[in-house]
């Protein structure tokens, strides 16, 4: 038995051998097989693992991690097309073009079927502004791959880059052939034979879609819209009659009409849409925005007013009729008699306030409604306003400034109230150089107004602003300077403006307001020679304001002749005094 057992191990162990032999030769062969394809199947699986372990850094965006990974890989399997195309991603991100080029030609070069090995590419020319290199990538990427449809798109947007106005609308009739949606792209498509200067085609292309389509109205709009811009209007009109009556169709009949001037035919087209409760409403919005920037003599304004009452009823609340009212109403303002413009202006005003009621954070309109109160000089709307509107906006610059001219001028105002406003104005603008020279000058005029020298001083530079001298606050010292002849601020006047003289040597502006101080200060020969000097070297710099007040040193200096005579070249320059006529007609001098 001992022995049995014994011979029996012995051939177990001959077979175990035996086997082994076989398994050890069947993996011999393999992997020389493997070899024989340039890797082996374990190299390859190391590679794959590298592969993984570069997308795990790749999308923790450790992008040199990642590229270690992947030039790991490459080193076991040369032909890792996927490593190099992962290479490339990482380079575009890192704006290393150059590489990412090089990469990707790689990965095409073994695997030149893959579609998104062409699109990258085209993307890494695309970022080195090289649309001709994108679009030869894209043409490969036809020639070589299947699949491509939703790039199709990017392909035409590269030719139109190029100017290639064919190439992209090949590539759009592509597109609706791949997708199976004939004539989607029509209107790109004539915008591009537009771009490329074939009119005609574009014309013809759009004709033979109204007669094989006679049913489709977007056709006929497209067709009549492109006649009617071709001059053919008369043709335009007769094709968007043939139409079922829509809000598009009417739209472009109604701006046919206005453009041949017959408002009379436009009207009842008007109305009607108008009146449709089952219309667009933004295409009534956009009608009434166009209509009321045309011409006066081209359209009745109280028509429109009517218009604008109408769709008030149908969308009461709608705060985009309302903010269509308001610019309605403000530009029939601007066109409107003066005995009409009022109501007009009242009509724009209603309009803001029913949006500030509706949405009282909107910063838009309370800035609208403190304009047009600041502008109008309606110091009470202003003053309350500003109260209101700083409740919902405490820091912003802007409405301090309104603040303070409304506490400065209204009858309900409080002139200190109006000064801290100024300085906090002052703090809040900031880098706005504009507002912050307008706070200045009220703050100067508010110095001016109390007699406080020492302000004047700090505030007189404020009438510089983006390097010449700001008109509001030369009319602030204008002012000052009639109505008051303090001989101490006056004389501070003229040596901060002898500086600003200096810095600016052609600011009409500033010689104004110079000569007026030297007026006041009777140094009339003084003046006379600083207004003839400027006027030689400034001849395109003259106002009409300093015109006057040369006229006024001339009468002082008894040259009545020539005083009356550069009176008369300031009415005709502009911005004078209302007292010129007054001067002209009596040849004397009038405060």
Known sequence: MKKYLQFSAFIFTIMLFCSSTVAFAQKKTEKKEEESK?????????????????????????????????????????????????????????????????????????????????????????????????????????????????????????????????????????????????????????????????????LDMLKKLTEDFPTNENYKLEYADLLASTGNKSEAADILKSTSTSTSSNFLLINLKLEEGDFEAAKPMISEIMTNKEADLSSKLLLMSNLSATGSDKISLSFLDQQQKTLYSIYPNDVEVIKTGEKVYSALAEKASPQEKAA?????????????????????????????????????????????????????????????????????????????????????????????????????????????????????????????????AAQVFLHYLSANSDQEMIEKLDVALNRLINENPSDGYLFHVKAKVLFQLGRFADAKQLIENFLKQNPSNITGGLLEVYGDNLFKLNQIDAAVEQWKKAKQTGNTSDKIDQKIADKKYYQ
């Open 38 to 202: 340039g890797i082996s199947k374990y190299d390859r699986a190391n590679a794959e693992y590298l592969m993984i372990d570069a997308q795990k850094f790749y999308l923790l965006e450790d992008y040199e991690r990642a590229i270690a990974f992947l030039e790991q890989s490459l080193e076991i399997d040369k032909d890792n097309h996927a490593a190099y195309f992962k290479l490339g991603e990482i380079y575009l991100i890192e704006r290393k073009y150059d590489k990412g080029l090089k990469s990707i030609k790689k990965a095409q070069e073994i695997k030149p079927n893959n579609k998104f090995y062409y699109i990258l590419a085209a993307q890494l020319h695309k970022s080195q502004n090289n649309l001709q290199a994108a679009a030869s990538e894209y043409e490969l990427m036809l020639k070589n791959s299947t699949d491509y449809r939703e790039y199709l798109l990017d392909i035409a947007d590269v030719y139109v880059g190029l100017g290639n106005y064919d190439g992209a609308i090949k590539m759009l009739e592509l597109t609706e052939e791949k997708y199976n949606t004939p004539n989607k792209f029509t209107t790109q498509k004539k915008e591009l034979l537009l771009q490329a200067g074939k009119k005609k085609e574009a």
């Open 344 to 472: 007009y202006e009242t009509q724009a005003l209603t309009a803001l306030n029913q949006l500030k009621n509706l949405n009282p954070s909107d910063y838009q309109v309370w800035n609208q409604l403190l304009t047009k109160a600041y502008n109008q000089k309606s110091w009470e709307t202003l003053l309350t306003n500003s109260e209101d509107a700083l409740s919902y906006f405490p820091n912003q610059g802007l409405f301090y400034y309104y603040y303070g001219n409304a506490q400065l001028y209204s009858t309900k105002g409080d002139k200190e109230e109006a000064n801290t406003a100024f300085d906090q104005a002052l703090k809040l603008a900031r880098n706005d150089e504009a507002l912050t020279s307008k706070i200045r000058t009220k703050k100067l005029e508010f110095a001016l107004e109390e007699g406080n020298t020492e302000e004047v001083e700090t505030y007189v530079s404020s009438v510089i602003t983006f390097g010449k001298a700001d008109g509001d």
